[in-house]
């Protein structure tokens, strides 16, 4: 005998449903007594996108069987950094670091930009990013929602743009990143760390007007690619200067950040 149950979603939530849905309360008929994540996510919610679930005025987690007449009221995370009280989302390490899948590659290098701890490589199959987001506790940032409904990911965030300056403000914003981030510290190839080198031991890699005209160099401990503050750091920071839209305030303290640091590239 097939069941009903009544589910309401709220806020970013709604950004999963189609527009009949959005704000609206939903019926979802099924058979048995499915858990309340499968209902979520046959809905089209990933779990990773949900902190609270009340059902009938209480609260539940993950494995509440679902019953006839269940009234559930489901939300998002409000503070990565100050769960809710009945939050069932894992508590995420600290500091927070991230895979991003193989859709993301320009967002991937943006965040290495800032510092931010990104795993990303471009032949990663889904399988293989569930996995190391596992073994290394690592946020998957994706525009794939079946990606995120996979059960080895504990956390996971589904950017709603398609536009990867507006993808790093959605991720700085949703995890509250300002605090963490360090420009220039990170490979933006590899996500190795940066540490100054001697320009003997590298110098058979410059090319000849960099001989002539730098002397202060660093080099990625990963994949030995060579950093030095010529154009292309003048070119990221007027890069940066884009995200000005998004953010201002922000964007002011990271520039100031960014002239700060005794680390260029």
Known sequence: ?????????????????????????IEYHFNGNPSIKDAIEAIGIPHTEVDEIVVNSLPV?????LNANDMADVFPPINISSPSKHSISPTLPLPISFIADVHAGKLARQLRMWGINTVYQNNFSNQQ?????????????????????????????????QH????????????????SIRPFIRCIECN??????????????LPPQTKEYFNEFYQCRGCRKVYWKGSHYENMLEKMKTYNVCNKHLF???LWLCHSLVLQI
């Open 1 to 25: 005998m097939e069941n009903a149950a009544v589910f309401r979603f709220y806020n970013s939530l709604n950004d999963f449903l189609s527009p009949a849905n959005k704000n609206c309360v």
């Open 61 to 65: 987690d993950f494995s509440y069987a």
């Open 129 to 161: 990013v569930a996995y190391i987001a596992e073994r290394e506790n690592r946020v998957v940032l994706t525009r794939d929602i079946g990606l995120l409904k996979q059960k080895k990911i504990k956390w996971g965030y589904w950017l709603r743009s």
């Open 164 to 179: 990867v300056n507006e993808q790093l403000f959605e991720v700085v914003n949703r995890y509250n990143l300002a605090g």
């Open 192 to 205: 190795g760390d940066i540490e100054p080198v001697q320009k003997e031991v590298i110098l058979l890699q």
């Open 252 to 254: 002011a303290w990271l």
